[in-house]
């Protein structure tokens, strides 16, 4: 028996896309030439080279196929999908950075007319997907939670930490959205919670939500617990994204975990948090 697929309404889910391309495109906008260079938090890459990632899977997308790479000796190449990535990377990241800013703007802006066109029928269907068959509106879920999660990686590079404001934006909503869905693998398998456990993540910060994981014959997100959580574990909601991308934590925004009920269950889960490719 084939398991559900995820139908999402494209009225959302398109504007909140959308509207990332447009946060990371006024970081880009005007960006001294040096700027480009700056570090981020993922091992080797430069603002330069979020941005050649973000637009490669954009050209993906549109049919382009990855062009050639050489990522022998890259240690932080360690699969099929990190080759491709960094295909992008090395193809597009040669370009100087406003011939790459250029082309950002031009393949988002024909990304957004081609997926305003697209009909429900389209949209609904279902396709191999980063996350296993899937319908196209949760991939492009998955894009905003790839979007938003570079948007930060850039934002930390260069210094300008997302305000309030800025995690308040639907797209910051549908990234934790993407992340929520994921936690039932992150809490039974990589946290290794036991049978019987109902874990309760409490997210404060402008990304509050609270996320229950109960773990019977397997472990699955619900809406709620049959009785109180065993685990509770306490942290700041940017900070638990970061933690989930196996990212650096925010500097602006507090670091703090706390726990209730069983703590070794807790530790061990935010031990193990990172899922990201």
């Not at 597009?92 to 802006?109: M, Q």
């Not at 990304?111 to 492009?140: D, H, I, K, Q």
Request: hydrophobic content about 45%; glycine content about 8%; charged content about 25%.
């Amino acid at each position: 028996m084939s398991r559900p697929v995820t139908v999402l309404p494209k009225a959302e889910v398109v504007p909140a896309l959308f509207g990332v391309w447009a946060d990371i495109d006024r970081l880009l906008d005007g960006l001294p030439e040096v700027r480009w260079q700056a570090r981020v938090p993922l091992p080797a890459w430069r603002v330069r080279d979020v941005v050649a990632h973000v637009l490669g899977t954009e050209l993906l997308l549109q049919g382009e196929s990855a062009p050639p790479a050489e990522v022998s000796g890259l240690t932080h190449v360690r699969n099929p999908i990190g080759e491709m990535n960094e295909a992008w990377v090395q193809h597009l990241g040669a370009l100087t950075p406003d011939r790459l800013f250029a082309r950002f703007r031009e393949v988002t802006a024909k990304r957004r007319a081609e997926l305003t066109a697209m009909s429900t029928e389209e949209w609904n269907a279902v396709m191999a997907t980063p996350v296993g068959p899937e319908t196209y509106g949760r991939f492009m879920r998955v894009r905003i939670f790839d979007c938003w999660m570079h948007e930060q990686d850039i934002r930390a590079g260069l210094g300008r930490p997302s305000t309030d404001e800025d995690l308040s934006c639907p797209g910051a909503r549908m990234a934790l959205d993407e992340i929520a869905a994921g936690m039932a693998r992150v809490v039974g398998k990589q946290g290794k919670a036991p049978a019987g456990s109902r874990v309760l993540f409490s997210l404060t910060g402008p990304l509050s939500r609270e996320i229950r994981v109960a773990v019977d014959e397997r472990a699955a997100v619900v809406e709620e617990f049959d009785g109180d959580p065993t685990t509770v574990i306490r942290m700041d909601g940017l900070q638990f994204t970061r933690r989930c991308g196996g990212r650096s934590l925010a500097v602006t925004r507090p670091d703090e975990v706390e726990y209730d009920g069983d703590v070794e269950v807790g530790e061990l889960i935010v031990a193990n948090l990172a899922f990201v490719i």
